[in-house]
């Protein structure tokens, strides 16, 4: 993710103004405590979580839809929160056009608030590009393009949020541990079209989607994942659906990342010298001189 950077002079006034509302609350709250009321006995409940037919029914549809698709092409704009330097998120977002052609080949171009990247897998190899630095990655790869998304973020952290709209079993995906799933209503305004609401998840994430109710594609989904603390929301909007459309070979492939300075694959996290150890519990590190 982008990391936003803050002037300090911005940063300090903004600070200034959260502390004075901060403040300013406080000497409100006793007011506010003496005001408030106890919950009476009649407030709702939390609901036990449930799996409802119709909600199962309506994400079968769309897997089946998505499943006997030979190729595929749609646009998945992702919009997902960051957190600020002063504690509200930031939203960033990212535009990925995608094509596939099953069972081994996938090409995802994406543009972003960030560099751009390209990624290419035609069945024997898989490439991840980066245009801006002209620097790109090859290796061999599985011949499926569920094994491949998983080489792909074994060995680099790549991930695609549409990852369940591409394998070759999308409901096996949705299904796996799942704890609770419910029909919300329709829409008239997501996608262009009506669609079907619903939510579903597991002890990991809460789902919320909108399906075509006629054509059963996603048109948006919405994601918030429980370990998360401060309640991030993942949202993508799906559009240009074309399937079984003819593919011209040559889809899945790049010249220019061909030709580009080749890099490995690798995982950006973070790694300590061989030679380095972390420093004892409870010491600090020596100052560098």
Do not use: C
């Not at 543009?111 to 980066?130: H, I, L, Q, R």
């Not at 995906?173 to 329709?186: M, N, T």
Request: glycine share 4%; proline share 8%; aromatic share 8%.
């Amino acid at each position: 993710m982008i990391q936003p950077l803050v002037r300090g002079w911005t940063l300090l006034l903004a600070l200034s103004v959260f502390l004075a509302a901060a403040s300013a609350g406080a000497q409100e709250a006793p007011h506010a405590a003496k005001r408030s009321k106890a919950p009476s006995k009649g407030a709702a409940r939390m609901l036990e979580p449930v799996v409802e037919p119709k909600a199962t029914d309506i994400l079968k549809a769309a897997s089946s839809r998505l499943a006997a698709a030979h190729t595929m092409k749609f646009t998945a704009v992702v919009f997902y929160e960051n957190p600020s330097l002063i504690g509200p998120p930031l939203v960033y977002t990212t535009k990925s056009e995608v094509i596939l052609e099953r069972p081994d080949k996938l090409r995802v171009i994406t543009s972003a608030d960030g560099p751009p990247s390209e990624f290419y897998y035609d069945g024997k190899m898989m490439m991840a590009f980066a245009p801006t630095e002209n620097l790109v990655a090859v290796a061999d790869a599985p011949p499926t393009i569920d094994a491949a998304l998983k080489a792909a973020y074994d060995s680099a952290a790549i991930y695609f949020p549409f990852s369940d709209l591409v394998v070759a079993d999308p409901y096996k995906d949705i299904s796996d541990d799942l704890k609770f799933a419910f029909y919300i209503g329709q829409s008239r305004v997501v996608g262009g079209t009506t669609t079907d609401m619903v939510a579903y998840g597991n002890g990991s994430v809460f789902v919320q989607a909108w399906i075509g109710a006629d054509d059963k594609l996603p048109r948006m989904v919405r994601a918030i994942y429980r370990d998360d603390s401060a309640r991030l929301r993942h949202q993508m909007e799906i559009s240009d659906w074309l399937l079984d459309l003819a593919v011209p070979a040559d889809t899945f492939g790049s010249t220019n990342a061909a030709s580009a300075t080749k890099i490995q694959f690798a995982r950006p996290d973070p790694k300590l010298p061989p030679s380095s150890k972390p420093p004892a519990k409870g010491k600090k590190a020596a100052k560098s001189q």
